[in-house]
Structure formats: C-alpha cells, structure tokens
C-alpha cells in the first residue's frame, strides 16, 4: 500500500478550503477572464469592499491570486489557472447529478 504524503496533502486542503466561498468562487471566475481591481470585484460580489477584501486576502494566503499594486489602485489577478478547470469539472458532476434527478422522475 502506497503511503499518502500527508504534507501535500493538507497543503491541498488549504487551497480548497480557500476557495470553499461562493464569493471566492466568484472571484476566481472573474479574474480567469481577467484582471480586476477591488472596486470592480466589489461591484460585481454585490457586497461591501472590506467583505471582497476578506475573501481576496485568503485567496492571496492561498497562493491563487496575486496582487498589482498601481499608484492608490490594487489589482488581482488569478495566478492559479487550474482552479478554473477544478470549477469546470464541478460544472459537469453538478449537471450529470441533475440529469440522474429529471430521469428519475421521467
């Protein structure tokens, strides 16, 4: 039996626990397209720009998204691309789920 590396292993725990937030998952989403400043994170989260702040501050700790600090302006940008290919594959089980649900009632 092949014996787990237990210190990669709670590193990866981490990172998903980061992005367990609708609102980081959010985040992460809008900055795969591209960068944005707080202002624009806070526009679009529909909450207040110390809230986006809290969320982006774990997501930096997190090492998946990096800041860029211009003049008074701080942008992020997503430095953990993989994250959005996580979210697709979440995209398809959500939705195979669904369809098993509708032909259960068919």
């Known amino acids: 039996m092949i014996q787990p590396n237990l210190a990669l292993i709670s590193a990866q725990a981490e990172i998903v626990k980061a992005m367990a937030h609708p609102t980081r998952l959010m985040i992460i989403k ?5 960068e944005h400043c707080v202002c624009e994170l806070t526009e ?6 110390s ?11 997190a090492g998946i ?14 430095v953990m691309p993989c994250t959005v ?17 509708l032909e259960l009632v068919k």
């Open 85 to 101: 290919n996580f979210m697709g594959c979440l995209e398809s089980v959500i939705k195979a789920r669904a369809q098993a649900q």
């Open 51 to 61: 809230t986006v702040s809290k969320h982006l501050s774990v997501l930096k700790s």
């Open 65 to 78: 998204v990096a800041i860029d600090k211009r003049g008074l302006m701080v942008f992020y940008r997503l």
């Open 44 to 49: 679009l989260a529909g909450v207040d720009m």
């Open 30 to 34: 809008v900055l795969s397209e591209r």
